[in-house]
């Protein structure tokens, strides 16, 4: 099971450490392939006085402090074709954001490195058309048809996050699970799922009481990993604490799904 955990954002070198230390367990399980992310730039923030992260010099820095520490694999966001080359040299998977799944410039930048590819479904798609958006990425890495077996090769994975349901909130279909599953390896992102756009007056908020029993549905639905923010405390988290879980409920929430999985 892939499974990619860490905070929203770079908040300090401290902090991240901090969480970085309490994922080790992740890394040294056996059914878990494991991926520890963090953004240097949250580029969408609602308002622009949210906190957005360190930028990308100093960001790269410390994600490569924490691979160099803990040994993990990385993840992060580009949001600009101009990112991808240098966040390539520093972390193993490239996260495409959810508001930028159809940008084909970045897509195809993206595809052109040697870096696994996560595109984030955005909350406005219908998931049969992210096949548009894979083959985007697959062409440009010498596929030239949509197939789970193509997208493993091409190492090219898929994100849900909820879709738009009316003003300030986000719905599940467990159906899309499937649907992109057929195209290529999805990963549920549980947190992300629960989180309320704009829901916090010029921030967002989020229900995370429903992060486990949504990612519980997903591991029963069938999907090839998990995505979870995390912090040591999510109310003073600098970005979407709302929708984060505290380092036990991870723990609790992992050990659930892997359990699930083996049925």
Same mark, same amino acid.
């Given at each position: 099971?892939?499974?990619?955990?860490?905070?929203?954002?770079?908040?300090?070198?401290?902090?991240?450490?901090?969480?970085?230390?309490?994922?080790?367990?992740?890394?040294?399980?056996?059914?878990?392939?494991?991926?520890?992310?963090?953004?240097?730039?949250?580029?969408?923030?609602?308002?622009?006085?949210?906190?957005?992260?360190?930028?990308?010099?100093?960001?790269?820095?410390?994600?490569?402090?924490?691979?160099?520490?803990?040994?993990?694999?990385?993840?992060?966001?580009?949001?600009?074709?101009?990112?991808?080359?240098?966040?390539?040299?520093?972390?193993?998977?490239?996260?495409? @954001?959810?508001?930028?799944?159809?940008?084909?410039?970045?897509?195809?930048?993206?595809?052109?490195?040697?870096?696994?590819?996560?595109?984030?479904?955005?909350?406005?798609?219908? @998931?049969?058309?992210?096949?548009?958006?894979?083959?985007?990425?697959?062409?440009?890495?010498?596929?030239?048809?949509?197939?789970?077996?193509?997208?493993?090769?091409?190492?090219?994975?898929?994100?849900?996050?909820?879709?738009?349901?009316?003003?300030?909130?986000?719905?599940?279909?467990?159906?899309?699970?499937?649907?992109?599953?057929?195209?290529?390896?999805?990963?549920?992102?549980?947190?992300?799922?629960?989180?309320?756009?704009?829901?916090?007056?010029?921030?967002?908020?989020?229900?995370?009481?429903?992060?486990?029993?949504?990612?519980?549905?997903?591991?029963?639905?069938?999907?090839?990993?998990?995505?979870?923010?995390?912090?040591?405390?999510?109310?003073?988290?600098?970005?979407?604490?709302?929708?984060?879980?505290?380092?036990?409920?991870?723990?609790?929430?992992?050990?659930?799904?892997?359990?699930?999985?083996?049925?």
């Amino acid at each position: 099971m892939i499974l990619i955990a860490g905070p929203c954002v770079i908040e300090s070198r401290d902090n991240l450490m901090r969480i970085a230390e309490n994922l080790k367990k992740y890394e040294q399980m056996e059914d878990i392939e494991f991926y520890f992310k963090a953004s240097f730039d949250k580029a969408n923030r609602t308002s622009l006085e949210s906190f957005r992260g360190p930028g990308l010099e100093l960001g790269l820095k410390l994600l490569q402090d924490v691979q160099k520490e803990f040994g993990f694999k990385l993840l992060t966001d580009v949001h600009e074709v101009a990112q991808v080359k240098a966040v390539a040299e520093v972390v193993d998977v490239l996260q495409i @954001p959810a508001f930028l799944c159809r940008q084909t410039d970045l897509l195809v930048e993206a595809a052109r490195t040697k870096r696994v590819v996560n595109v984030k479904k955005g909350q406005f798609m219908n @998931p049969a058309d992210m096949e548009y958006s894979a083959l985007k990425v697959l062409k440009t890495r010498g596929y030239d048809e949509a197939t789970y077996e193509n997208s493993q090769k091409a190492r090219l994975w898929l994100t849900e996050r909820g879709s738009s349901f009316g003003y300030g909130n986000l719905i599940v279909d467990m159906r899309s699970l499937l649907i992109m599953r057929e195209f290529a390896p999805v990963i549920f992102d549980a947190t992300h799922a629960v989180q309320m756009p704009g829901g916090a007056g010029g921030k967002s908020s989020g229900k995370r009481e429903f992060v486990a029993p949504l990612a519980r549905a997903a591991a029963g639905v069938g999907v090839d990993g998990f995505f979870f923010e995390t912090h040591f405390d999510p109310s003073i988290a600098l970005s979407d604490g709302a929708n984060m879980l505290k380092f036990d409920e991870l723990y609790s929430t992992v050990n659930t799904i892997l359990a699930i999985q083996h049925l």
